[in-house]
T-cell receptor, first 114, second 111 residues
Framework: ETGVTQTPRHLVMGMTNKKSLKCEQHLGHNAMYWYKQSAKKPLELMFVYNFKEQTENNSVPSRFSPECPNSSHLFLHLHTLQPEDSALYLC?????????????FGEGSRLTVL | GENVEQHPSTLSVQEGDSAVIKCTYSDSASNYFPWYKQELGKRPQLIIDIRSNVGEKKDQRIAVTLNKTAKHFSLHITETQPEDSAVYFCASMDSNYQLIWGAGTKLIIKP
């Protein structure tokens, strides 16, 4: 498979659950990103990994915990979330974090927190 | 901090007419301006981009213009077609290579 793949596509969880989102890219890119997308709002950058090292954490609450075991895989671990965390979570990759070029997005994981 | 304003939030045009979406940015050091299209239930995809050393760029029915002095850039779509219906996002890249996004424009093409 090519491109950026995210699983699961849909997730419903209670506030006390622990779950994880997974992202995989087959493009040979060195940078991976997590974005939060809410209706009628700008895309919110959450985390950036460049060559497996976290280079950006945009004041994201600790209930979101990223993990990047290698440059092809990115996880977002979720625990004790709030209903306002319900959103579409998009993973993206690019050639490098300091690069003016295309971001390749996954289809997203639609998260609903009850 | 840096922000990007995008207008309008919703745009409805007759099929075959032109559509224009405008964005303004605040960081004068911004040097890269992409536009992404997101169809319903799909991923955002880059449709065109422009760098600060260029004033205009065209790709078939799509064009982007940049006015660095006024700090605004626009997306122009001519001869609109039903498949142009989507949400369009502008962005500007700041001096830390971080993309700052607009809130999106929902483009509706009326048959």
């Amino acid at each position: 498979e090519t491109g950026v793949t995210q699983t699961p596509r849909h997730l419903v969880m209670g506030m006390t659950n622990k779950k994880s989102l997974k992202c995989e890219q087959h493009l040979g890119h060195n940078a991976m990103y997590w974005y939060k997308q809410s209706a009628k709002k700008p895309l919110e950058l959450m985390f950036v990994y460049n060559f497996k090292e976290q280079t950006e954490n945009n004041s994201v609450p600790s209930r979101f915990s990223p993990e990047c075991p290698n440059s092809s895989h990115l996880f977002l671990h979720l625990h004790t979330l709030q209903p306002e965390d319900s959103a579409l979570y998009l993973c993206a990759s690019s050639q490098g974090a300091e690069y003016t070029g295309e971001l390749f997005f996954g289809e997203g994981s639609r998260l609903t927190v009850l | 901090g840096e922000n990007v304003e995008q207008h309008p939030s919703t745009l409805s045009v007759q099929e075959g007419d032109s559509a224009v979406i405008k964005c303004t940015y605040s960081d004068s050091a911004s040097n890269y301006f992409p536009w992404y299209k997101q169809e319903l239930g799909k991923r955002p995809q880059l449709i065109i981009d422009i760098r600060s050393n260029v004033g205009e760029k065209k790709d078939q029915r799509i064009a982007v213009t940049l006015n660095k002095t006024a700090k605004h850039f626009s997306l122009h779509i001519t001869e609109t077609q039903p498949e142009d219906s989507a949400v369009y996002f502008c962005a500007s890249m700041d001096s830390n290579y971080q993309l700052i996004w607009g809130a999106g424009t929902k483009l509706i093409i009326k048959p």
